[in-house]
């Protein structure tokens, strides 16, 4: 992000990503009402106009700046997020004033009002978009980043059951690891490679598959596992996969047993887009006996993991994904009590600094390049 992509300096020492968590979850805990404007400059901003617009948009924003019970957080994507206790006419009078600085069309996707606690799924979606969504590309494990989704196409099934699937799949072990040097192997994390599987029963490669095709995807995993009778296995599925056909057919077929060796790992992201269908996706594995777990896949997305979130997901895991960014922010994590780490497996493991930084979080559970090696 370039100077000129930030927004412009309204007031000092704006709140962060934590602090906005914090705000949506009083509202919605204690029933505190707040009037939301958010505004995101740099989707406003562009080409040679940049530095002229940055002049007009700090004129519009001084009636944010001299609203004394104004707070602000500040996005890690260039946005800002101002709220106000009812009736707000200081937001009124922002975005009244940026609006007419703006052409329409921009306006439209640069400024968004909201209220609390009416709309805290939308601002907390917006928050983890933030976090995560423009941080992170479209990956190996991750179907759910900027590109197009490939729908399910007449065929695709059809060419998905005769495919190999397992040339297609990116597997892990998930191994225990004791400070003592004693290791004990735990499960298998297996992740599509969505970019060959597409591109090999006939879809676009450069997208990302719809929820029938991930349903249909866990389902073979699943069902593949308990026929090898092979070790238990941790596996993507959105929340709304269990409910589609190709899921309820597998679960119907597989055995307590083989299920009680699955674990279905919920995005986080997907949590927070579709919070009951998460709800009731886990509620629905846990009753069918599968593990559950949340998938964190970036260290700046920890503020969002609260113990209200998690009261949603009891027994579940947290997959964290290693980072040099996440030592930097795993104090967001205090909330969730002094043994948090007991209930995480690490994943993306690539250095033994890695490891020792878990152990003194109390993580046991290792997953990624260096626990492969050690294997």
């Avoid at 597998?250 to 790992?265: F, H, K, Q």
């Amino acid at each position: 992000m370039t100077v000129l992509d930030a927004p412009p300096l309204i007031a000092a020492m704006p709140g962060g990503p934590a602090d906005l968590a914090a705000l949506v979850r009083h509202a919605v805990e204690g029933g505190g009402r707040r009037e939301i404007l958010v505004w995101r400059p740099a989707r406003a901003v562009s080409g040679g106009t940049r530095a002229h617009h940055r002049r007009l948009l700090d004129t519009a924003a001084a009636p944010l700046r001299m609203a004394p019970r104004l707070r602000l957080f500040r996005l890690p994507d260039g946005g800002l997020v101002a709220s106000a206790v009812p009736p707000a006419l200081a937001l009124a009078t922002a975005e009244s004033a940026l609006r007419n600085v703006l052409d329409p069309a921009d306006a439209d996707v640069a400024l968004q009002r909201l209220r609390l606690p009416e709309d805290a799924v939308a601002i907390l979606a917006l928050l983890e978009a933030s976090l995560i969504g423009p941080a992170r590309p479209p990956g190996r494990d991750d179907p759910a980043g900027d590109s197009a989704e490939a729908p399910t196409r007449p065929g695709m099934l059809e060419a998905l059951g005769q495919a190999d699937l397992s040339a297609h799949l990116v597997r892990q072990t998930v191994c225990r690891l004791d400070p003592d040097g004693s290791a004990s192997p735990g499960w298998t994390d297996e992740r599509p490679d969505w970019s060959s599987l597409l591109a090999i029963i006939g879809a676009a490669s450069a997208g990302r598959p719809d929820v029938a095709l991930m349903a249909a995807v866990a389902g073979r995993q699943a069902a593949g596992m308990a026929r090898s009778g092979g070790v238990p296995l941790s596996l993507p599925l959105p929340p709304m996969g269990v409910a589609t056909d190709d899921w309820l057919r597998m679960d119907t077929a597989l055995p307590a047993a083989a299920r009680r060796g699955v674990t279905v790992c919920l995005d986080l992201g997907a949590i927070l887009r579709q919070p009951t269908e998460a709800v009731l996706a886990a509620r629905f594995c846990r009753l069918r006996g599968y593990g559950v777990a949340v998938d964190v896949a970036s260290a700046d997305a920890l503020p969002l993991i609260t113990p209200a979130l998690l009261a949603d997901f009891p027994e579940a895991r947290l997959r964290l994904a290693w980072s040099n960014r996440l030592p930097r922010h795993v104090g967001a994590l205090d909330a969730l009590g002094d043994d948090w780490g007991a209930n995480v497996w690490l994943a993306g493991v690539d250095r033994a600094g890695a490891v020792a930084w878990g152990w003194s979080q109390g993580i046991r559970l290792f997953q990624g390049p260096l626990v492969d090696r050690l294997r």
